[in-house]
């Protein structure tokens, strides 16, 4: 089944310890991108990868770190979580950029205290 | 940069009316419009889509518009069911790597 797995899916931590979210994708996609969903502000991309080793920043990409080291792997990386990075994140893959349908995973609800 | 703006934010029909949602967006440049609805505890999933060089797109009960020289798209869905009620975000590509959405428009759908 073609599909892109978050783990983990919910996660409580505290202000400084660095997590991490993974995020893999089955189908071959050489795009990927990290989006985070906050109430009323809809969906906002932090990174974006083009293909394997090749990142760029979104619009919200202050406070987050990414890697594409493996082209079905694009994991997130908080080093130094704040409350204000509290939110619903969703990792997404597409075979075209933003040109084409993107495939997102099921979410990882985040909450820094 | 390029600015979506989506209306309106809840919207509320009845079972068998239609439902609209619209959307804004400001760089011109943008020629792929997608609409993705997300389920209760799920990642939005996409339901149609458009391109610049169409005017309009229909998919069984679903449909978008898309006027360029207002910069105007929208999401008509017909004949609603209980179904249809989750959240429906649009979004506009210029081509590139960024995609914008906009900030979400929840349909309830009354039996």
């Known amino acids: 089944e073609a599909q892109v797995t978050q783990n983990p899916r919910y996660l409580i931590t505290v202000t400084g310890k660095k997590l991490t979210v993974t995020c893999s994708q089955n189908?071959?996609?050489?795009?990927m991108s990290w989006y985070r969903q906050d109430p009323g502000l809809g969906l906002r991309q932090i990174y974006y990868?083009?293909?394997?080793?090749?990142?760029d920043k979104g619009d919200v990409p202050e406070g987050y770190k990414v890697s594409r080291k493996e082209k079905r792997n694009f994991p997130l990386i908080l080093e130094s979580p704040s409350p204000n990075q509290t939110s619903l994140y969703f990792c997404?893959?597409?075979?075209?950029?933003?040109?084409?349908?993107?495939?997102f995973g099921p979410g990882t609800r985040l909450t820094v205290t | 940069g390029e600015n979506v703006e989506q209306h309106p934010s809840t919207l509320s029909v009845q079972e068998g009316d239609s439902a609209v949602i619209k959307c804004t967006y400001s760089?011109?440049?943008?020629?792929?419009f997608p609409w993705y609805k997300q389920e209760l505890g799920k990642g939005p999933q996409l339901i149609i889509d458009i391109r610049s060089n169409v005017g309009e797109k229909k998919d069984q009960r679903i449909a978008v518009t898309l006027n360029k020289t207002a910069k105007h798209f929208s999401l008509h869905i017909t004949e609603t069911q209980p179904e249809d009620s989750a959240v429906y975000f649009c979004a506009a590509n210029t081509g590139g790597f960024k995609t914008i959405f906009g900030a979400g428009t929840r349909l309830f759908v009354k039996a």
């Open positions: 760089d011109s440049a943008s020629n792929y």
């Open positions: 990868s083009m293909n394997v080793e090749v990142t």
């Open positions: 997404a893959s597409s075979s075209n950029g933003g040109r084409y349908e993107q495939y």
């Open positions: 189908m071959n996609h050489e795009y």
